[in-house]
């Protein structure tokens, strides 16, 4: 072969395999986007597709009717930090010191572990445990929140120490939904770690904060974008009467708090609900709604003041199932089902394990999630496999714990007022009305073994 021809064909050699390369790149698919909503104090009886008959949320439901509704989707605890703690680390909350109890307002532990973080000014969720956001990142997303934190109030502890990329949030669980203040007038909202003010109800501020992003993130780059309202969580205000002054302690106590109608929670849900609906739009518009894992939930249930938790009995800061069994929905275009409804118990960290596995996250073996992979489950046809749930929440000298294995959920809660115990049905008795403690004394000792030694595992580590 002549020269001419010798480098004639090792241009087209180079060329091909030039062209290979483009091509092999250009057919990987790009990592899903994933948008995870999560509501506060939304009780399970008040959504119009988990049976509402006065609230109508067809925002909300059209993720259902587009994707997954799960039907025993518990959070991790009965109030706001613990099930936040499960889900940004994919691991029980009990492993972490402090974290069984939502923090107070200021910065409040509330019972002993957490008092003694207070005292230290290291009550919150140290960011060496955040698994989820690290790992994301990793993986080239660009992550953002905006909503609530309720995982430290203490510079050190704030969201951007975490790992995201920007952070708009509130601080701690109760603020004037438009002064953003909490009852003691201290201002709580912050972008990134500066005090900031915003003009606007914070339903609208988080929902347009997530549009803007949506509109201005590269097509090419994947994002994990966390909108954690904190709605409908009490104060109950009018979305479009803001009051001339902002709510304070001497005008906002806990019985204050505690008031509402069920005619403003209609309107504070369905404000919420529109807001999915232009986060919904917006990934439309912007051509990403097809590769985009869209779930929706609430961190806990609902208090007693004008929600709904039907069918089922307590709430929020319970362990019956009014307190932890709640809404939750995942929309995923060609790898979930479409109009499906599952029964497989579920966890909050269930989501973490899905949504690192569909970013191919990497795990850390120091850190090994307690979460399941469940919509990679479902995605792949599989059916559930049995396991065993379990919760403890603290709060002063109160303490409840519960286990689920299968249909059988037992009960424990001691107070000052003695301790009491319970064995439940679910499968024929999902409202805890009947009691089977003494009924079936095998059943009931199997799953307090199994307690003991979940107990033990979840110890605190030092490292």
């Known amino acids: 072969m002549n020269l001419i021809k010798l480098f004639a064909v090792t241009l087209l050699f180079?060329?091909?395999?030039?062209?290979?390369?483009?091509?092999?790149?250009?057919?990987?698919?790009?990592?899903?986007?994933?948008?995870?909503?999560?509501?506060?104090?939304?009780?399970?009886?008040?959504?119009?597709?988990?049976?509402?008959?006065?609230?109508?949320?067809?925002?909300?439901?059209?993720?259902?009717?587009?994707?997954?509704?799960?039907?025993?989707?518990?959070?991790?605890?009965?109030?706001?930090?613990?099930?936040?703690?499960?889900?940004?680390?994919?691991?029980?909350?009990?492993?972490?010191?402090?974290?069984?109890?939502?923090?107070?307002?200021?910065?409040?532990?509330?019972?002993?572990?957490?008092?003694?973080?207070?005292?230290?000014?290291?009550?919150?969720?140290?960011?060496?445990?955040?698994?989820?956001?690290?790992?994301?990142?990793?993986?080239?997303?660009?992550t953002v929140g905006l909503g609530k934190w309720h995982l430290g109030y203490e510079k050190h502890l704030l969201p951007p120490h975490h790992g995201f990329d920007y952070f708009l949030a509130v601080l701690g669980g109760t603020m004037d939904y438009f002064y953003h203040n909490e009852p003691t007038g201290e201002h709580v909202l912050y972008e990134n770690l500066k005090q900031v003010r915003r003009d606007g109800y914070l339903t609208d501020l988080i929902t347009d904060g997530g549009v803007r992003f949506l509109k201005e993130q590269p097509a090419d780059e994947p994002i994990f974008l966390y909108l954690p309202y904190n709605a409908p969580s009490a104060p109950f205000q009018h979305p479009d009467h803001k009051p001339d002054q902002p709510?304070?302690?001497?005008?906002?106590?806990?019985?204050?708090?505690?008031?509402?109608?069920?005619?403003?929670?209609?309107?504070?849900?369905?404000?919420?609900?529109?807001?999915?609906?232009?986060?919904?739009?917006?990934?439309?518009?912007?051509?990403?709604?097809?590769?985009?894992?869209?779930?929706?939930c609430s961190d806990n249930g609902a208090y007693p003041i004008a929600a709904s938790n039907a069918p089922f009995r307590g709430h929020a800061s319970e362990l019956f199932e009014g307190g932890i069994h709640v809404a939750c929905m995942a929309r995923w275009p060609g790898r979930l089902p479409v109009g499906q409804t599952d029964g497989r118990p579920m966890l909050t960290f269930d989501l973490t394990a899905s949504i690192m596995s569909a970013a191919g996250c990497k795990l850390r073996k120091d850190r090994p999630l307690?979460?399941?992979?469940?919509?990679?489950?479902?995605?792949?046809?599989?059916?559930?496999?049995p396991r065993t749930l379990f919760w403890r929440a603290r709060r002063a000298d109160r303490t409840w714990?519960?286990?689920?294995?299968?249909?059988?959920?037992?009960?424990?809660?001691?107070?000052?007022?003695?301790?009491d115990e319970y064995l439940f049905d679910l499968?024929?008795?999902?409202?805890?009305?009947?009691n089977l403690l003494a009924s079936r004394p095998d059943e009931a000792a199997s799953i307090k073994a199994q307690l003991a030694d979940w107990e033990a595992d979840v110890r605190p580590s030092t490292k």
């Open 14 to 142: 180079c060329g091909v395999t030039f062209l290979c390369a483009e091509s092999t790149a250009a057919d990987q698919p790009r990592k899903p986007d994933v948008v995870l909503i999560v509501a506060d104090n939304l009780g399970h009886g008040d959504l119009s597709c988990y049976g509402c008959p006065d609230i109508s949320t067809p925002n909300i439901d059209r993720i259902a009717a587009q994707g997954v509704r799960f039907t025993n989707f518990y959070s991790n605890g009965p109030e706001c930090s613990p099930t936040r703690t499960a889900l940004l680390t994919g691991r029980y909350q009990q492993r972490i010191p402090g974290l069984e109890c939502a923090l107070g307002t200021g910065n409040v532990g509330r019972y002993d572990d957490a008092i003694a973080l207070a005292e230290q000014h290291n009550l919150g969720l140290p960011p060496k445990e955040n698994i989820l956001i690290p790992a994301l990142n990793d993986q080239g997303y660009k």
């Open 427 to 434: 499968a024929i008795d999902p409202a805890e009305s009947n």
């Open 247 to 296: 709510k304070v302690a001497k005008k906002w106590d806990a019985k204050d708090w505690q008031k509402g109608d069920r005619a403003t929670l209609k309107l504070i849900i369905q404000r919420l609900d529109e807001g999915v609906g232009k986060i919904m739009q917006t990934l439309e518009e912007t051509r990403r709604a097809d590769n985009t894992l869209l779930i929706f």
């Open 401 to 419: 714990k519960a286990v689920r294995d299968g249909n059988l959920k037992y009960v424990w809660r001691k107070d000052d007022g003695g301790l």
């Open 370 to 385: 307690d979460g399941t992979d469940v919509l990679g489950q479902i995605a792949a046809n599989k059916p559930a496999k």
